[in-house]
């Protein structure tokens, strides 16, 4: 068969050949073809057909290649970022903040979960009855709620933090577009209890004042972003329990403060302000020894998880932002200084100069009308005119080095926000008239966190520490990160000085001295009184009737565990830091103590010492010497008797109201460089026991004024009434009132005449009346 089928197409391809035109010649094998014959014109087309369409394949596969590269290379990430915001919601959560303990471990500041409420104004199909449901459920702003769910926004807020019970109203509105979302909030447990130490943190969990900005960075945390898909409502796709279990909390801080002394510390001053009617008040305790803050109180005070309610008064930490001129309490530090030199001995005598002292067109006025007086007696009855003295012997640049050493003019480097420096001006411009009024606190400021750390530099034995706020630093795992020792800045007076001044600052709490309201039954107390008239800065110079009161000592004196400062911010009923400012140091030191389980100074046996109720029964009260009219409490006490010169040793001519001291047993001699003419040399007797070239004395002798009349004895029942002559009407005022007696005044200027007489006995609630005069 496959023959047959040859045979049957040989024919055929004879014909096809003998078909081929005349012109035409079918190529040889193995010969190429013809290009100018029809078949080489036809392969030729092809081929460039072929190499036309691999070109274009080409150039079209580099342009995609270059358009790729582009896409994902170059212009990928901006890319990526349009994507994203089409169907991703980037959410900042931050990290839960940390939490703030008390020395002991006790909380002061905490997170807790709370509810937000946000909406997708995109969900929402009727924004005004939304927005009037929500109103209604919740405290916001029904017309501005509308406003923000008629954008087409994916999310806003509604109300943030809400109360549990305002949350379970909007779930039950069942709102299209509605949701809520659990987030973290600062919590204050013990609401206005330190708030001035803690600050508080705003609602994106930021530290804004106190602790609460100062260590924010440890406090705050790594915040999470988390990135969800959007569905096409907007929708967040992603669960919640991924958001909430991301979180990296922050770090925690454990203060120095001591929650209980901060307690009794805010509460007695709050009380002082209401017994007091005074504008505001600060108290600062620290520990000596170490320089830790242990309390920080301030009043008025605020709550801080309402700190939107509390206005800038209510929330300043005047305590550490504000300075004041410090009045008497300075005393302290210019004996100091003058001691530390050695311009100054324990038992030298400064005479006073009977209560007026004039230099050129400067003129010191003391309360007390006194004589002579030991460095002791110069602090315990706050002399004016005995600490100028002192101070100008010193001399203007070691008093300013001096001070500038105990850190005035300078921040102690507590971290809270806001510390002021004090000021203190350049020594080179002082006069000797600067000199002498610095010496017992004016022309100088501070605040009182930087008298307390001074007068724990004082009580811990010369060193001036840096306070210690920050104990110690845990990070999230509750362990230990940084933790903050003791540090001294520098000694600033010798031990002895220091020793020797905590020894005269006592005599000032004992009878006699103007502090004797801030002294403790069992506890020796080492102290200084304080009141200060302010500034006017209206019409210059200072107020007559604008006073700050206060009182700086530490207790125990003999092994000191507490370092406290009392100020007491324009009080009305009455304005001396020894009736207003030490009973508050008083109550604090001696509950604080108990609380810190200290051992009395007199071995568990309770002195009963004379303590002043009224609060005004005594001169030394008053006796502030702030140029300050002690005759304002209507008091004089009458001075002891001198002891004769030469009769007895080591006495020196007019030391009146000289208590026995240790202090008082060498040599005395008159610190002043006022001039003034010796009228007797005379040589005491030798002390008992071995001789001593500080021993042998030479005194000036002074004019003695004559004893003042005892007072004689009133009826049971009566109230004597108080010598009013000097005064001005508001200081007669105060003195009457603190008698329980009227006042019937006539005519303008001070008291020259006043019946019933001064001394005498009358009824409680008996007038005054009293005449007033001009006197040029």
């Known amino acids: ?44 087309w092809i081929k460039l057909r072929i190499g036309f369409l691999l070109v274009l394949l080409g150039v079209g596969l580099v342009l995609i290649v270059n358009r790729a590269w582009a896409l994902q290379v170059r212009q990928g990430d901006e890319l990526r970022q349009m994507a994203e915001q089409q169907y991703l919601r980037e959410v900042r959560l931050p990290g839960r903040r940390g939490i703030i303990y008390d020395r002991n471990g006790r909380e002061l500041a905490v997170s807790v ?33 509308a406003k923000k769910l008629q954008s087409r926004r994916f999310f806003v807020w509604v109300d943030r933090r809400v109360q549990p019970d305002e949350a379970a109203a909007v779930r039950a509105l069942r709102l299209r577009g509605v949701h809520i979302q659990r987030e973290s909030r600062r ?26 900005l100062t260590q924010d960075e440890v406090l705050r945390g790594h915040g999470e972003v988390i990135a969800g898909l959007r569905d096409a409502r907007g929708n967040l796709v992603f669960a919640e329990e991924l958001i909430d279990g991301r979180r990296v909390a922050g770090g925690d801080v454990i203060l120095s403060i001591d929650k209980t002394i901060q307690h009794i510390a805010e ?13 505001a008040g600060s108290v600062v305790v620290i520990e000596p020894a170490t320089g830790e803050v242990l309390a920080i109180a301030n009043a008025p005070s605020f709550n801080p998880n309402e700190f939107g309610q509390a206005g800038a008064f209510q929330r300043r930490n005047r305590a550490v932002c504000d300075r004041f001129e410090p009045g008497s309490t300075i005393k302290i530090f210019t004996l100091a200084a003058a001691l530390a030199s050695g311009t100054l001995r324990p038992s030298e005598l400064v005479y006073c100069e009977k209560g007026l002292f004039e230099m050129a067109d400067y003129v010191i006025h003391d309360a007390h009308r006194d004589g002579w007086l030991t460095p002791t007696q110069v602090l315990a009855r706050s002399s004016n005119i005995g600490a100028a003295k002192i101070a100008l012997a010193l001399g203007r640049t070691r008093l300013y080095q001096f001070f500038r050493r105990f850190g005035f003019g300078e921040v102690t480097g507590v971290p809270l926000p806001g510390e002021t420096p004090g000021s203190i001006n350049d020594y080179r411009r002082w006069r000797d008239a600067d000199t002498a009024s610095a010496a017992f606190g004016q022309g100088i400021s501070m605040s009182s966190f930087q008298l307390t750390m001074a007068v724990a530099a004082v009580a811990n034995g010369g060193k001036l520490m840096r306070p210690l706020l920050v104990k110690r630093i845990l990070d999230s795992r509750g362990e230990t990160a940084e933790e903050l020792l003791p540090r001294v800045r520098r000694r600033v007076i010798p031990e002895t000085t220091a020793r020797l001044i905590a020894d005269m600052l006592t005599a000032v709490t004992e009878d006699g001295g103007t502090g004797i309201e801030g002294g403790l039954d069992d506890y020796l107390v080492a102290g200084k009184t304080g009141t200060a008239q302010k500034a006017d800065f209206e019409h210059g110079g200072y107020s007559e009737d604008r006073w700050l009161a206060s009182f700086v000592g530490f207790v125990p004196a003999d092994r000191p565990r507490l370092a406290m400062t009392v100020v007491i911010d324009e009080p009305i009923v009455s304005h001396y830091g020894g009736i207003v400012a030490a009973p508050v140091f008083r109550r604090i030191a001696d509950r604080s103590l108990r609380y810190l389980g200290v051992v009395p100074s007199f071995g568990g046996v309770v002195r009963r010492r004379p303590r002043h109720r009224d609060g005004v029964t005594t001169l030394a009260l008053a006796a502030e010497g702030d140029s300050i009219q002690a005759a304002a409490l209507g008091l004089h006490s009458p001075p002891p ?23 008082a047993d060498a040599t005395r001699t008159e610190v002043s460089s006022a001039p003034e003419s010796p009228q007797a040399e005379v040589e005491t007797g030798a002390p008992s026991g071995p001789p001593r070239p500080e021993d042998e004395v030479i005194v000036w002798e002074s004019p003695r004024r004559p004893s003042a009349p005892a007072l004689q004895p009133i009826p049971r029942g009566q109230v004597r009434v108080p010598d009013l002559s000097g005064m001005t009407l508001r200081q007669a005022l105060l003195a009457v009132r603190r008698k329980g007696l009227g006042l019937q005044p006539e005519g303008t200027g001070v008291v020259v005449q006043q019946v019933p007489e001064a001394t005498s006995g009358v009824p409680p609630r008996t007038p005054v009346r009293v005449r007033l005069e001009t006197i040029d």
């Open 1 to 44: 068969m496959t023959r047959a089928r040859r045979e049957k197409t040989a024919p055929n391809r004879a014909s096809a050949a003998a078909a081929l035109p005349p012109n035409v010649r079918r190529p040889a094998a193995g010969e190429a073809p013809d290009p100018r014959s029809v078949p080489g014109r036809r392969i030729l």
């Open 113 to 145: 979960d709370v509810e937000s409420v946000y909406a997708n104004p995109r969900e929402v199909t009727d924004p005004a009855r939304t927005a009037a449901a929500l109103a209604g459920a919740l405290q916001v702003d029904e017309p501005a709620l």
């Open 187 to 212: 919590f204050y447990p013990n609401r206005d209890l330190a708030s001035h130490v803690l600050g508080f943190a705003g609602l994106d969990a930021a530290g804004l004042e106190g602790v609460e």
């Open 267 to 279: 509460e007695e001053l709050a009380a002082a302000m209401t017994t007091y009617e005074a504008r």
């Open 641 to 663: 008797v001198p002891a004769a010169v030469g009769g007895q040793a080591n006495q020196a001519p007019g030391a009146e109201g000289a208590a026995t001291s240790p202090a």
